[in-house]
């Protein structure tokens, strides 16, 4: 046999051993892979444009919630059944505000992960939500930020998910004019 026929028959042979090695070193597990936006998404369709959810809605918007923010919310805003009404009007179904997305990040580490969406209101005013994320079998909502922007330079240009950092926002924002 010829030089030609062993040096094709290597190439191919060293060519799918580099293929396999390549496919075994790239495989990633997507099935449970979600995106974070996709959850938002998802928490937004809870609510309608009237702001009217059912009571199953408000199960699944509070099954939304890590315990520890159902247990802040719920022990710090929510004395009554009025209130809780009220603050879910006004507080958990934030994203009816959003007319606009303009741009999103999210950050994903290990059991943590953070959204920033920066966008635009229903009467178009510049709205930034900032949220974080733990993971207790799903991605669930362990801390909102709502923030109303002067400008777009105010807009965050990743996720970020330190609290205290986002806490301290609209603080170091007034300090800076």
């Given at each position: 046999?010829?030089?030609?026929?062993?040096?094709?028959?290597?190439?191919?042979?060293?060519?799918?051993?580099?293929c396999?090695?390549?496919?075994?070193?790239?495989?990633?597990?997507?099935?449970?892979?979600e995106?974070?936006?996709?959850?938002?998404?998802?928490?937004?369709?809870?609510f309608?444009?009237?702001?009217?959810?059912?009571?199953?809605?408000?199960d699944?918007?509070?099954?939304?919630?890590?315990?520890?923010?159902?247990?802040?919310?719920?022990?710090?805003?929510?004395k009554?059944?009025?209130?809780?009404?009220?603050?879910?009007?006004?507080?958990?179904?934030?994203?009816?505000?959003?007319?606009?997305?303009?741009?999103?990040?999210?950050?994903?580490?290990?059991?943590?992960?953070?959204?920033?969406i920066?966008?635009k209101?229903?009467?178009?005013?510049?709205?930034?939500?900032?949220?974080?994320?733990?993971k207790?079998d799903?991605?669930?909502?362990?801390?909102?930020?709502?923030?109303h922007?002067?400008?777009?330079?105010?807009?965050?240009?990743?996720?970020?998910c330190?609290?205290?950092?986002?806490?301290?926002?609209?603080?170091?924002?007034?300090?800076?004019?």
């Amino acid at each position: 046999m010829s030089n030609r026929y062993f040096l094709c028959k290597g190439f191919i042979l060293h060519l799918l051993i580099i293929c396999v090695l390549t496919s075994c070193a790239n495989t990633q597990d997507f099935s449970n892979t979600e995106s974070i936006y996709v959850n938002f998404e998802n928490y937004s369709g809870q609510f309608n444009e009237n702001n009217e959810y059912s009571s199953k809605s408000l199960d699944k918007i509070f099954s939304s919630l890590t315990p520890r923010y159902q247990a802040e919310i719920l022990n710090s805003r929510a004395k009554t059944p009025e209130l809780l009404k009220q603050l879910t009007n006004d507080y958990l179904a934030f994203p009816l505000l959003l007319k606009e997305n303009i741009k999103h990040f999210e950050k994903i580490t290990n059991d943590t992960a953070c959204l920033v969406i920066n966008g635009k209101t229903i009467e178009n005013e510049k709205i930034a939500f900032y949220l974080t994320y733990k993971k207790i079998d799903n991605w669930l909502i362990d801390y909102i930020k709502i923030e109303h922007m002067a400008n777009y330079n105010q807009y965050l240009t990743e996720a970020v998910c330190d609290r205290k950092f986002l806490d301290e926002l609209r603080f170091r924002e007034m300090m800076a004019q």
